[in-house]
C-alpha cells in the first residue's frame, strides 16, 4: 500500500472546466511536489513545498495553482487547461527537500486528458 | 547545466536474462548523488538502488547492482536472474549538492518476456 495517495486515477476535462488534483501523504513527511510526466520525456518539476510553504515554483503557467494546506495534503488546481497538458502528474513527498538520505515516494499518478 | 541522458527508449529480454540499461550524465560537480527509480504498470515510482560519487564502491540492492564510471561520467543498472515483475520503465536520476534539483533521464522501457 502506497504511502502517497492521489486521486483521481484517471481525470478527463474539457479546455473550459476547473478540477482539482488531490494528493495526500502518510508518511509523516515535511516536503511534497508536483511533477509531470510526459511521454519520451524527462520528468518535469512543477512546484515544490516544505513545511507548507512554496518553494519552488518552475516558470510553470498559471493556469496550474497549487496549494498545500497542511503537511500531510498537496493539491493541484486546474483551469482552462491546455491540449498539450495531457500528461501524468506524479506527487511525491520526501522527509526534508534538501537531503542526500530522503528519497522520493511518490504516488500513482493522475491520468490526465485535455480535450 | 546538468544533463542525464538514457540513450535506449525500450529494451526486451527473456524472463532469467541479464540486462544492463545505460545512463550517462553531464555534470561539473565532483560531489553528487545517482538513482535509478522503477515505474512498473501501476505507475508508481519506486527507488531501486542509490549511488554516491564519492564512493568508488559500486552499489547493489539484491539482483540490481550499477556499473559507476565516475570518469566517464557513466551509471549504468544491471539487472540479474531477471523477472517478470521486473517489466517496467526505469529512469536514472541526478542529484547535485549545489541546488538539490534532481534532473531525470527521459527513461528506458523494459520489458521482461516469458
Known amino acids: 500500500e502506497t504511502g502517497v495517495t492521489q486521486t483521481p486515477r484517471h481525470l478527463v476535462m474539457g479546455m473550459t472546466n476547473k478540477k482539482s488534483l488531490k494528493c495526500e501523504q502518510h508518511l509523516g513527511h515535511n516536503a511534497m511536489y508536483w511533477y509531470k510526466q510526459s511521454a519520451k520525456k524527462p520528468l518535469e518539476l512543477m512546484f515544490v513545498y516544505s513545511l507548507e510553504e512554496r518553494v519552488e515554483n518552475n516558470s510553470v503557467p498559471s493556469r496550474f495553482s497549487p496549494e498545500c494546506p497542511n503537511s500531510s495534503h498537496l493539491f493541484l488546481h486546474l483551469h482552462t487547461l491546455q491540449p498539450e497538458d495531457s500528461a501524468l502528474y506524479l506527487c511525491a513527498s520526501s522527509q526534508d527537500r534538501i537531503s542526500t538520505n530522503s528519497p522520493l515516494h511518490f504516488g500513482n499518478g493522475t491520468r490526465l486528458t485535455v480535450t | 547545466a546538468q544533463t542525464v541522458t538514457q540513450s535506449q527508449p525500450e529494451m526486451s529480454v527473456q524472463e532469467a536474462e541479464t540486462v544492463t540499461l545505460s545512463c550517462t550524465y553531464d555534470t561539473s560537480e565532483n560531489n553528487y548523488y545517482l538513482f535509478w527509480y522503477k515505474q512498473p504498470p501501476s505507475r508508481q515510482m519506486i527507488l531501486v538502488i542509490r549511488q554516491e560519487a564519492y564512493k568508488q564502491q559500486n552499489a547493489t540492492e539484491n539482483r540490481f547492482s550499477v556499473n559507476f564510471q565516475k570518469a566517464a561520467k557513466s551509471f549504468s543498472l544491471k539487472i540479474s536472474d531477471s523477472q517478470l515483475g521486473d517489466t517496467a520503465m526505469y529512469f536514472c536520476?541526478?542529484?547535485?549538492?549545489?541546488?538539490?534539483?534532481?534532473?531525470w533521464g527521459a527513461g528506458t522501457k523494459l520489458i521482461i518476456k516469458p
Open positions: 536520476a541526478y542529484l547535485g549538492i549545489s541546488n538539490y534539483q534532481l534532473i
